[in-house]
T-cell receptor
Framework: DQQVKQNSPSLSVQEGRISILNCDYT??????FLWYKKYPAEGPTFLIS?????DKNEDGRFTVFLNKSAKHLSLHIVPSQPGDSAVYFC??????????????FGSGTRLQVQP | KAGVTQTPRYLIKTRGQQVTLSCSPI?????VSWYQQTPGQGLQFLFE???????NKGNFPGRFSGRQFSNSRSEMNVSTLELGDSALYLC?????????????FGPGTRLLVL
């Protein structure tokens, strides 16, 4: 049962254009969402996050949008650069009974930015 | 601060063997989580340790185990290796700020089971 889904395994965009990566979740208890970026042979690196009390968070070229009613979030990269080519993972967390938050990851979307 | 380090980076084993992977968290981080990444499966959560205690566990068989030492370093052990255990094993240490936790990943250990 995949609680966090990234339905597009890959995405290709032209340099300078917008990249939009999508993520859907099913667990209504999730209240904190993160995006990680992963290059080959490296571990994922934290990119940007958003709390469920917000619907948008922006950090430079990266903006994450959250639509709670649709249980959907998206990551926008504008403008896209060749160095953005990587696998992007969406992750969600919920406050557990123990007070512990556990992260649930999507399967990732491979972004390729063409020069 | 130095990042999360994992050793070894690459490992080749045969079926039936056992393997131990090591993770050193970022200084000051007390929580260490382990994930398995296989193609098309994303990151599957294995377990999390905090102050030498397993605090959370994913849905993996008992062949997968771990521990954490007093200096927060953690080890993961897989016994009786199977071909399907071939994967990238990632360790992450985390800190909480403003009630929000962010995980920082190491480069991973790539395990190949023949």
């Amino acid at each position: 049962d995949q609680q966090v889904k990234q339905n597009s395994p890959s995405l290709s965009v032209q340099e300078g254009r917008i990249s939009i990566l999508n993520c859907d979740y099913t667990n209504s208890m999730f209240d904190y969402f993160l995006w990680y970026k992963k290059y080959p042979a490296e571990g994922p690196t934290f990119l940007i996050s958003i709390s469920s009390i917000k619907d948008k968070n922006e950090d430079g070229r990266f903006t994450v949008f959250l639509n709670k009613s649709a249980k959907h979030l998206s990551l926008h990269i504008v403008p896209s650069q060749p160095g953005d080519s990587a696998v992007y993972f969406c992750a969600a967390s919920a406050n557990m009974n123990t007070g512990r938050r556990a992260l649930t990851f999507g399967s990732g979307t491979r972004l390729q930015v063409q020069p | 601060k130095a990042g999360v380090t994992q050793t070894p980076r690459y490992l080749i084993k045969t079926r039936g063997q056992q393997v131990t992977l090591s993770c050193s968290p970022i200084s000051g981080h007390r929580s260490v989580s382990w994930y398995q990444q296989t193609p098309g499966q994303g990151l599957q959560f294995l377990f999390e340790y905090f102050s030498e205690t397993q605090r959370n566990k994913g849905n993996f068989p008992g062949r997968f185990s771990g521990r954490q030492f007093s200096n927060s370093r953690s080890e993961m052990n897989v016994s009786t290796l199977e071909l399907g255990d071939s994967a990238l094993y990632l360790c992450a240490s985390s800190h909480t700020s403003g009630g929000r936790e962010t995980q920082y990943f190491g480069p991973g250990t790539r395990l190949l089971v023949l």
